[in-house]
């Protein structure tokens, strides 16, 4: 067959519609890349076709099909090709499926921070992380019903969540390679070649208005080495994966190994929904750490996107994650100056607290003694959150609400007190571009 007829096969195939004008100019720019010079290779002839790689909302798998096949009638025609013209559906072929896999997942924030974990991915259904705390999240949702598990290493705890109303097995991963696989890219261009890890690898560039993708596979399996997303205010990591053929069922099982202290709770996905609406409030915030350190805020609230804190050095810190960009102030009143700074990761959300204090009590939760609270018996109770802390809750006799909140976490304890539910909150407390009179405003840089 010939190469020209094999073109307009892969157009008629493609699920994509082209106009006869547009058709007609891939098969005219075809036709005259075919008969470049024999001396010629792929990579330096001058392919006018190649205009159709930058025409808007074409798949980039039906692009670099057709640019194999072309790219394929130029090497028997030519004896040469360069290898980036088919990297790309080399990749997208070896991805079509899910197959086991793992990788070192990286994040970087803009404001410094970092994030960590080795992350394992046995099916679309079963995933496990070793965290950075040293914490390994186990979830086996091919399991009815489904169920998730946490390990604790250095304290021997184990706490198994079971969600008893699921009924059926639930695709509950991301699956990254399914995900480059479906790349759509308008400019996704070839990088050349690179080592990474001791591998060769073929480089794209694969952006788009959110996500900057750069991805790297190993010229050999075709198969991602490194993979690295930037989007606004963060950058993500992906590498040194791993492709076995499987993994050890174990390090997927939710039963934890033996010597494990375990608790098992048994949550609904109609108990991770808000129990109540919450309005504006104001509480006490007191850290407590091992090394003795300890350090106490007032927090107001204005919803979940939006706080004040009275610190105890005396400063202010305002907080709006509503917008796509998130966007703090800091008030000194020793130094009058006002400190204002913004980083492109927006919208965000706090944990809810108050909500998942009172979705401890799902009839697996610990009575605790009556405490006197504000002239009242307060009841309180015990349980474990999803993420593997032990919180004690007393509540109010009358409304329901807490009024105390203690929550062990990994390493600190936090204690939430002194509840104002009454005391009105003007929005004016919450206003990042509220500056009082007579302060310096000092930006920081953008992020």
Same mark, same amino acid.
């Given at each position: ?140 949702? %091919? ?102 053929? &499987? ?24 108990? &991770? ?8 409030? %104001? ?29 105890? &050095? ?134």
């Amino acid at each position: 067959m010939r190469p020209t007829v094999k073109i307009k096969r892969l157009l008629s195939q493609a699920n994509y519609h082209f106009d006869e004008a547009t058709r007609r100019e891939i098969l005219d720019d075809a036709r005259q890349a075919l008969g470049q010079s024999g001396r010629e290779s792929a990579a330096t002839a001058p392919v006018g076709w190649r205009k159709f790689m930058k025409k808007t909302l074409i798949p980039f798998a039906v692009a670099a099909a057709i640019f194999i096949a072309a790219g394929l009638a130029i090497y028997v025609t030519t004896g040469s090709i360069d290898i980036a013209t088919v990297a790309w559906a080399d990749v997208q072929k070896e991805l079509q499926k899910m197959r086991p896999h793992s990788y070192l997942y990286r994040t970087q924030y803009a404001d410094g921070k970092t994030f960590s974990m080795r992350h394992y991915e046995r099916n679309s259904y079963g995933r496990r992380e070793e965290r950075e705390t040293g914490e390994i999240f186990i979830f086996d949702f %091919s399991k009815v019903p489904n169920e998730l598990l946490i390990l604790n290493p250095d304290a021997k705890k184990a706490v198994k969540t079971v969600y008893t109303d699921t009924t059926e097995p639930k695709h509950i991963n991301f699956d990254v390679l399914g995900f480059v696989q479906r790349i759509q890219a308008t400019d996704a261009k070839p990088l050349g070649e690179k080592t990474i890890e001791g591998k060769t690898t073929t480089g794209f560039h694969c952006p788009d208005p959110i996500n900057d993708f750069t991805i790297w596979a190993d010229t050999r399996t075709h198969l991602p080495v490194y993979v690295e997303l930037v989007q606004p205010g963060r950058t993500i990591i992906m590498s040194e994966f791993q492709y076995p053929d &499987n993994f050890d069922p174990s390090l997927f099982s939710t039963e934890p190994p033996a010597g494990y202290e375990l608790k098992v709770r048994k949550e609904t996905l109609k108990q &991770n929904q808000p129990t109540v609406k919450v309005g504006r409030y %104001s509480c006490t915030d007191t850290y407590r750490y091992p090394d003795g350190r300890e350090h106490t805020n007032r927090t107001l609230r204005k919803d979940l996107s939006h706080r004040r804190e009275l610190r105890t &050095n005396g400063t202010i810190f305002i907080c709006d994650l509503s917008g796509a960009k998130l966007k703090t102030l800091t008030l000194d009143p020793n130094t009058q100056k006002a400190e204002f700074w913004e980083a492109g990761r927006g919208p965000r959300q706090d944990p809810d607290i108050i909500n998942i204090a009172l979705r401890l009590k799902n009839g697996n939760e610990k009575t605790l003694a009556a405490r006197e609270i504000n002239g009242k018996s307060c009841k309180g109770f015990e349980g474990t959150t999803a993420g593997g802390e032990d919180w004690s809750v007393w509540v109010d006799p009358e409304s329901g609400m807490p009024v105390l909140i203690e929550a062990k976490q990994q390493k600190r304890l936090m204690i939430i007190s002194d509840f104002d539910y009454k005391t009105p909150l003007d929005d004016s407390l919450f206003d990042v571009n509220n500056i009082p009179p007579g302060y310096e405003l000092v930006k920081k840089p953008q992020q």
